[in-house]
């Protein structure tokens, strides 16, 4: 049922948002030097590799690292790229991951390649065998804002009572977050 609504609603949002996301595309390049897309290698189900796309927000010369983790990350963001963010349209791209099954609409968020401890904290708890996805329990209970433990409490609380009217909900509750713009420090 997860994987039946998880590819008719990214059909749904893509066939939408197709206009909206190519004038974004046609802003990104006109506004900064580079591809439109940034593809970033992230942690899938199992462990696994995949490359996610999002709307790139940053310049090409910014170092591989969680946006957190960079010395004044503020010089690396690109014109459009802090409103991308604070909207969450970078993410409309991994719609098609969604799509081809790399990730769901709700999972927890797919790590960085280079983010050991989260990886490490998430096989632990057997997370890792939950698919990734764009939103999450974590997410709408602070996002960018949460430490890794606290973050991963709530993901195996996801875990636990993950459903069907769970991620309706969780849904419903990452529009508002981001209607809100709440939890988003970059």
Same mark, same amino acid.
């Given at each position: 049922m997860k994987r039946l609504f998880d590819v008719l609603f990214s059909l749904i949002l893509i066939t939408t948002l197709f206009i +909206?996301?190519?004038?974004?595309?046609?802003?990104i390049k006109s506004t900064s030097?580079? +591809?439109i897309l940034y593809w970033s290698q992230r942690i899938s189900q199992n462990n696994g590799l995949f490359l996610m796309p999002k709307f790139r927000t940053m310049r090409t010369d910014t170092p591989e690292l969680a946006t957190h983790l960079l010395i004044n990350s503020?010089?690396?963001?690109t014109p459009i790229g802090r409103f991308l963010r604070k909207t969450s349209l970078d993410e409309i791209?991994?719609?098609?991951?969604?799509?081809?099954?790399?990730m769901s609409f709700v999972g927890p968020r797919?790590?960085?390649h280079n983010q050991e401890d989260l990886i490490a904290l998430r096989t632990a708890n057997n997370l890792h065998l939950l698919k990734p996805g764009i939103t999450g329990w974590?997410?709408?209970?602070g996002r960018d804002e949460l430490a890794i433990p606290e973050k991963v409490k709530f993901e195996i609380e996801y875990?636990? %009572?993950?459903?069907?009217?769970?991620?309706?909900?969780?849904?419903?509750?990452?529009?508002?977050?981001?209607? %809100?713009?709440?939890?988003i420090t970059h």
């Open positions: +909206p996301a190519l004038l974004l595309a046609l802003l030097p580079g +591809p503020e010089h690396y963001i791209p991994q719609l098609w991951s969604v799509l081809i099954g790399q797919p790590a960085l974590a997410q709408v209970n875990a636990r %009572k993950q459903s069907v009217l769970f991620d309706l909900y969780i849904i419903l509750q990452t529009i508002w977050a981001v209607f %809100k713009r709440e939890g």
